[in-house]
């Protein structure tokens, strides 16, 4: 299973997910009602997410934990583009 990008978002430029490790697993969730799904895994579920609260922005990552989820490279990148860009 792997994570594919379904919106370009700035904090995700540069990772290339097509070539990551496959990911072991992953929390199965549903994106809710006006938030967007920036990956999801290739089955089709949600991976991230994000949406708005109040005057702010939630954020949803859902692998399996570590080490279980493996992709563990791919992850750290993507904390800290996250991190980083303050999405």
Same mark, same amino acid.
């Given at each position: 299973?792997?994570?594919?990008?379904?919106?370009?978002?700035?904090? %995700? #430029?540069?990772?290339?997910?097509? &070539?990551?490790?496959?990911? $072991? @697993?992953? +929390?199965? /969730?549903?994106?809710?009602?006006?938030?967007?799904?920036?990956?999801?895994?290739? %089955? #089709?579920?949600?991976?991230?997410? &994000?949406?708005?609260?109040? $005057? @702010?922005? +939630?954020? /949803?990552?859902?692998?399996?934990?570590?080490?279980?989820?493996?992709?563990?490279?791919?992850?750290?990148?993507?904390?800290?583009?996250?991190?980083?860009?303050?999405?």
């Amino acid at each position: 299973m792997r994570a594919v990008r379904v919106r370009p978002v700035e904090f %995700i #430029d540069g990772i290339d997910f097509a &070539r990551s490790p496959r990911l $072991l @697993g992953f +929390v199965k /969730a549903e994106a809710k009602e006006g938030s967007e799904t920036i990956l999801r895994v290739d %089955i #089709d579920k949600p991976l991230l997410v &994000r949406w708005r609260y109040g $005057l @702010g922005r +939630v954020i /949803a990552l859902c692998p399996t934990p570590e080490p279980l989820g493996g992709a563990v490279g791919s992850l750290d990148a993507l904390r800290n583009a996250v991190a980083a860009n303050g999405a």
